[in-house]
């Protein structure tokens, strides 16, 4: 699926302002590197649950780690998106602009959205940094999110009470360059949270713990 994606700069006489702190002075205050690991994969595959297990582990060790949270984002910053196409692009968009800007802070920054369009997810990578974008692809069959189904979101789509619902009446497009993938249906959320801090041990964002 191809979808153009235009972000047009409506604002004038406006300046980027340079800090006086650089991102590697609050990274050496933080002891870690900042990064983005954008969870994706549907809904009750488990992106939240991971997330907030990593952001726990994390913080006990001392790490700056905070979750972006799908439906958390959308009570506040994104209350005035739906989820047609065009506003699904649109949520991805702002979150990751504010992604990018926790990574600057040099914080360990989780986000836990379903992200359904290889597309928005490409244009989030590509507003960072090399390297600041890692992509977690929480893998669990459809089957098993529709019996895990915690919010009855599924049940109300196969009645035909929630329009465009990923996996059911709208796609999910799975990652196909993906920097880590978790099988939620395979391991527990201990298991695929310290998969998570292993990997970013190996990236070198974080030291050994």
Known sequence: MVRAIMTQQKATNITWHEAHVTRADREEIHGHKGATLWLTGLSASGK???ARRVEQLLSERGIFAYVLDGDNV????????GFSPADRTENIRRI???????????????TAFISPYRADRD???????????LEVYVNAPLAVCEERD?????????AGQIPEFTGISAP????????????TDQHDVDGNAMQVIGFLEDRGILARG
């Open 96 to 110: 990751g602009e504010v992604a990018k800007l926790f990574t600057d802070a040099g914080a360990i920054t989780l």
């Open 48 to 50: 939240s649950t991971v």
């Open 150 to 158: 915690p919010k009855g979101l599924y049940k109300k789509a196969r």
């Open 123 to 133: 244009q989030v990578r590509a507003l960072m940094d090399e390297g600041d974008f």
């Open 74 to 81: 959308r009570h506040g910053l994104n209350k005035d998106l």
């Open 172 to 183: 999910y497009e799975e990652p196909e360059r993906a920097e880590l993938v978790l099988r």
